[in-house]
């Protein structure tokens, strides 16, 4: 069963910091392209960071220098993180892990297409106040 499953989200105050994880089981494990959406409301789903097929990482020009995405795979479980520091007022979203089916391909140089990923997790909340 593919489960991904977020947690780390909370409120916190401008210019703060919070880590989000994302452990991956299943046949997801094995996914090189994995990544974090987020979606405020009344805007679209939208790429904050990832990992290409090359396995560099990948930032939406809103949060470079701020945010960091990285992973820690062990044999007993997978995870990958969002590490994010000097949060803004407009950077609350709900947040969501993503991961392509490792059967399909995915882009190098860019965060793949939202209608790329194959399994997302349930969403967590961050909620940064001014």
């Known amino acids: 069963q593919v489960q991904l499953v977020e947690s780390g989200g909370g409120s916190v105050q401008a210019g703060g910091s919070l880590r989000l994880s994302c452990e991956a089981s299943?046949?997801?494990?094995?996914?090189?392209?994995t990544a974090w959406f987020r979606q405020a409301p009344g805007k679209e789903r939208e790429g904050v960071a990832a990992?290409?097929?090359?396995?560099?990482?990948?930032?939406a020009d809103s949060v470079k220098g701020r945010f960091t995405i990285s992973r820690d795979h062990t044999k007993a479980k997978h995870v990958f993180n969002l590490q994010m520091n000097s949060l803004k007022p407009e950077d609350t979203a709900m947040y969501y892990c993503?991961?392509?089916?490792?059967?399909?391909?995915?882009?190098?140089?860019?965060?793949?297409?939202?209608?790329?990923?194959?399994?997302w997790g349930q969403g967590t909340q961050v909620t940064v106040s001014s």
């Open positions: 993503a991961a392509v089916d490792p059967r399909r391909g995915c882009s190098v140089g860019v965060i793949t297409p939202i209608d790329g990923y194959t399994y």
């Open positions: 299943g046949y997801v494990e094995s996914s090189a392209c």
């Open positions: 990992f290409d097929l090359a396995g560099y990482t990948i930032y």
